[in-house]
């Protein structure tokens, strides 16, 4: 299979934000769901996060694609336009949404034993709209990765 | 894999030209050798300044390199 070093280097890219985002996702869901988590706990997630980027970039860049890229001619501009193209539209199309469903977010009461009434909360509550965004950042930049990947096996 | 309407005679014209490699062609038209190979697929269609580039290699006119197919 005839690959570029340019395309080694999107499909190692490609390769690290799937890991990375698995991991992230994986791992605050499991500390304390998704609803609310401590500075602390965020803290170490970050550094665990970028310390697994960049070790899994040395290894694949070391392993893969040591040769550096040819300068960037038309077809390497044309794709990589689609696919900034396609990842803009996936992130504002997933931003819509986020803040449609911000918006719709049902009210939940909070009544005390006695019954009266305490007060009232969202189901969305700031962890998980942060969450969501950032699983929105992680698809709208798979995709793009993935368009880019994509024009290019094409030909 | 799609195909466009623009064809081309690049990889004939390579062999008649001193059994150019697409390195070469590539080196000299300033594009990459992926560009030349998706080039003589059939796969990419290229600007007009590198068409003009390609038939300057070769020193032939631009409708001897590429053709368009209205079919």
């Keep these: 299979m005839d690959i570029s070093t340019r395309e080694k ?12 985002s698995t991991y992230y996702f994986y791992s605050s869901y499991r500390l304390s769901g998704w609803t609310q988590i401590s500075s602390y706990e965020m803290g170490i997630l970050v550094r665990n996060v970028i310390i697994l980027s960049i070790v899994t970039s040395i290894i694949l860049y070391a392993l893969f694609a040591r040769e550096t890229p040819e300068q960037k001619d038309e077809r390497d501009l044309a794709i990589e336009s689609k696919g900034n193209a ?3 539209y996936s992130l504002t199309i997933l931003c819509s949404l986020l803040i449609g469903a911000i918006m719709l977010s049902e009210g939940i009461l ?3 034993e006695s019954g009266a009434l305490i007060g009232e909360t969202s189901n969305l509550n700031s962890a998980v709209a942060m969450h969501l965004i950032l699983i929105a950042l992680m698809i709208s930049a798979l995709f793009k990765q993935a368009t880019q990947l994509f024009f290019y096996r094409r030909g | 894999m799609a195909k466009n309407r623009i064809e081309n005679k690049i990889r004939q014209l390579r062999f008649e030209n001193g059994q150019m490699t697409q390195s070469e062609l590539a080196r000299k038209a300033g594009v990459t050798r992926q560009t030349i190979l998706s080039l003589e697929a059939c796969r990419y269609s290229p600007s007009l300044e590198l068409a003009f580039r390609i038939a300057q290699v070769f020193q032939v006119p631009l409708e001897e ?3 368009y197919s209205s079919n």
């Excluded at chain 1, 280097?9 to 690290?16: C, K, S």
């Design chain 1, 9 to 20: 280097n999107i499909w190692i890219e490609f390769t690290i934000t799937a890991a990375v």
């Design chain 1, 86 to 88: 396609l990842g803009y």
């Design chain 1, 110 to 112: 909070l009544i005390a």
């Design chain 2, 65 to 67: 390199v590429f053709q």
